[in-house]
């Protein structure tokens, strides 16, 4: 059983992660923005929102389990009529969801923190039509900071839980063959994937050399684009599945 109480404390205090989030969130307006909006389901807001910054959807629906989140992302949503907000996990407010089902789902930086994935997967399907697609986004096993950490003997292998993870409670660590197979095993058909934004460095080192100014967001927009050569590298993963027929 996470603690979520535990958990809400110890994000706010993660060093770079709102650099980090910053990057996820981009990446995924700017998918979002090629497949369409419509009426978007965001599971697991965190500290911000995403229809703070997205605004190209017809209606939003953020199911958020922790309840300092859920209380920020309340009172942003206030005086907008087309976004709704719920306290709890996706199992468990999907009795009050049918039969409505969403035109894009997105679990940004989640499927990693909770202990049974799977599940969570074949909720968000019941949720899917045909047409809708879902956007998932994990932190990479084969980033460039992983494999630096391997060839330095830090760790044996590029999958093990490191002990920022364990802090944050997180569970799994995947890369790309392995998010894939988990998603087609929850009834998913992955139509795009990659990685992005290639972090040298630890978060604490990433946020140490910002802090002595080392790293300006010039530079950062081009780690961010770095990751189109080397495509495999970045510290993200998302993959865009849809719903098997």
Same mark, same amino acid.
Request: net charge negative; glycine share 6%; hydrophobic share 45%.
């Given at each position: 059983?996470?603690?979520l109480? !535990?958990?809400?404390?110890?994000?706010? &205090?993660?060093?770079?992660?709102?650099?980090?989030?910053?990057?996820?969130?981009?990446?995924?307006?700017?998918?979002?923005?090629? *497949?369409?909006?419509?009426?978007?389901?965001?599971?697991?807001?965190? &500290?911000?929102?995403?229809?703070?910054?997205?605004?190209?959807?017809?209606?939003?629906?953020?199911?958020?389990?922790?309840?300092q989140?859920? #209380? !920020?992302?309340?009172?942003?949503?206030?005086? /907008?009529?087309?976004?709704?907000?719920?306290?709890? =996990?996706? @199992?468990q407010?999907?009795?009050?969801?049918?039969?409505?089902?969403?035109?894009?789902?997105?679990?940004?930086?989640?499927?990693h923190?909770?202990?049974?994935? =799977?599940?969570?997967? #074949?909720?968000? !399907?019941?949720?899917?039509?045909?047409?809708?697609?879902l956007?998932?986004?994990?932190?990479?096993?084969?980033?460039?900071?992983?494999?630096?950490?391997?060839?330095? =003997?830090?760790?044996?292998?590029?999958?093990?839980?490191?002990?920022?993870?364990?802090?944050?409670?997180?569970?799994? +660590?995947?890369?790309?063959? &392995?998010?894939?197979?988990?998603?087609?095993?929850?009834? *998913?058909?992955?139509?795009?994937?990659?990685?992005?934004?290639?972090?040298?460095? +630890?978060?604490? @080192?990433?946020?140490?050399?910002?802090?002595? =100014?080392?790293?300006?967001?010039?530079?950062?927009?081009?780690?961010?684009?770095?990751?189109?050569?080397?495509?495999?590298?970045?510290?993200?993963?998302?993959?865009?599945?849809? /719903?098997?027929?």
């Amino acid at each position: 059983m996470r603690d979520l109480e !535990r958990y809400q404390a110890d994000y706010e &205090t993660l060093p770079f992660e709102a650099v980090q989030a910053a990057y996820r969130r981009r990446h995924v307006i700017e998918t979002l923005d090629r *497949f369409g909006g419509g009426d978007v389901l965001e599971v697991g807001c965190g &500290t911000e929102a995403l229809f703070l910054h997205y605004k190209a959807y017809r209606s939003m629906l953020v199911v958020e389990p922790a309840a300092q989140f859920h #209380a !920020r992302a309340l009172a942003a949503a206030h005086g /907008r009529a087309n976004v709704g907000v719920l306290l709890g =996990g996706l @199992q468990q407010v999907a009795p009050q969801l049918a039969p409505r089902h969403f035109d894009r789902i997105v679990m940004s930086s989640l499927l990693h923190e909770i202990p049974d994935p =799977g599940a969570l997967l #074949a909720c968000a !399907r019941d949720l899917c039509p045909d047409h809708s697609t879902l956007h998932v986004y994990v932190p990479n096993a084969r980033s460039f900071h992983r494999l630096l950490a391997l060839e330095m =003997g830090l760790i044996k292998d590029v999958h093990e839980v490191s002990a920022t993870q364990a802090r944050m409670q997180q569970s799994a +660590t995947y890369d790309r063959d &392995t998010l894939a197979a988990l998603l087609d095993a929850s009834g *998913f058909d992955v139509i795009e994937s990659g990685s992005f934004f290639i972090k040298p460095f +630890t978060h604490a @080192q990433m946020a140490e050399l910002r802090e002595k =100014g080392l790293l300006p967001d010039l530079m950062l927009d081009g780690l961010y684009g770095l990751s189109r050569h080397l495509p495999d590298a970045g510290s993200e993963l998302y993959a865009v599945a849809r /719903r098997k027929p």
